[in-house]
C-alpha cells in the first residue's frame, strides 16, 4: 500500500471524517453562519466500519472516502428552509473487502470520479440546531475491476446523508450524521454484487 493510502486512512479512521469549510458571502447582509451562506465549499472526508447486504452484495467491507465539495443555494422558503444544489469531486476512494473471485481473499482497490448532481436541503429548528438531509449521485473509475474480475472499473454512485449542523460559535458549525453509501456497475458488467458503505462522520466548519 502506498504510504500516502496510509496516512489518509488513518487520519480520517481516527477522526471519522475531518471536514473544513470556506463560506462565500454573495449578500453583505448576512451573517457570517453557515446557514446564511449562499455558497458552501467544503473538504470532507469518511469511513465506513463496514458495509451490509441491502443494494450490495459484498459483505465486511470497509471505506475510505475523500471528497471537494461545493453547495449553491436554490431556493430559501418562507418557513426558513434552504434547498442547494451540491455536486462533489472524490479524489480518493479506497475499499478493503473479500474477494468472492478468489476465495474471500481480503482485497484492496482505489478509485476517484465524481458525484455531480445532488439537493441538500437544511432546517433550522432554532439560531443553533439545523437539521438537514442530502441525497447525490455519480460515478467512480476504479484501478481494477471492482469488487469481482466479472465487473467493471467504471462504477456508478449514489448516497443518502441525514445529519444535523449544531453552531456553537458564531462563525462554527459542528456537524455529524450518518451517510449510506451504495457503488454499482448498474448491470453494465457481467457481475455486478454492489457494495454498500455506512458512513458515521463528524466535521467542524470555520
Not at 11 to 24: E, N
Not at 32 to 43: A, C, P, T
Not at 82 to 96: A, C, G, K, V, W
Request: charged share 15%; aromatic share 14%.
Amino acid at each position: 500500500m502506498a504510504i500516502h493510502r496510509v496516512i489518509l486512512s488513518v487520519i480520517v479512521a481516527v477522526v471519522i471524517t475531518s471536514t473544513s469549510t470556506i463560506h462565500a458571502q454573495i449578500n453583505t447582509n448576512q451573517t457570517n453562519s453557515e446557514i446564511d451562506s449562499e455558497f458552501i465549499f467544503s473538504l470532507w472526508g469518511g469511513y465506513s466500519f463496514n458495509s451490509i447486504r441491502f443494494l450490495g452484495k459484498t459483505p465486511d467491507s470497509q471505506t475510505t472516502i475523500i471528497g471537494i465539495g461545493m453547495k449553491k443555494l436554490l431556493k430559501e422558503y418562507p418557513n426558513g428552509n434552504r434547498l442547494y444544489y451540491s455536486t462533489d469531486i472524490i479524489p480518493y476512494l479506497q475499499y478493503q473487502y473479500p474477494k468472492r473471485d478468489e476465495a474471500w481473499k481480503r482485497s484492496e482497490g482505489t478509485g476517484f470520479g465524481i458525484s455531480p448532481i445532488g439537493f441538500y436541503l437544511i432546517k433550522p429548528l432554532s439560531n443553533n440546531f439545523f437539521p438537514f438531509v442530502q441525497a447525490s449521485g455519480g460515478a467512480i473509475y476504479m484501478d481494477q475491476l471492482f469488487p469481482t474480475d466479472l465487473a467493471r472499473k467504471l462504477n456508478f454512485t449514489f448516497d443518502v446523508t441525514i445529519g444535523t449542523r449544531l453552531k456553537i460559535a458564531d462563525k462554527n458549525v459542528l456537524t455529524f450524521g450518518y451517510k449510506f453509501h451504495h457503488i454499482s456497475n448498474a448491470q453494465t458488467g457481467s457481475e455486478n454484487p454492489g457494495l454498500d458503505s455506512n458512513f458515521l462522520f463528524l466535521s467542524f466548519s470555520i
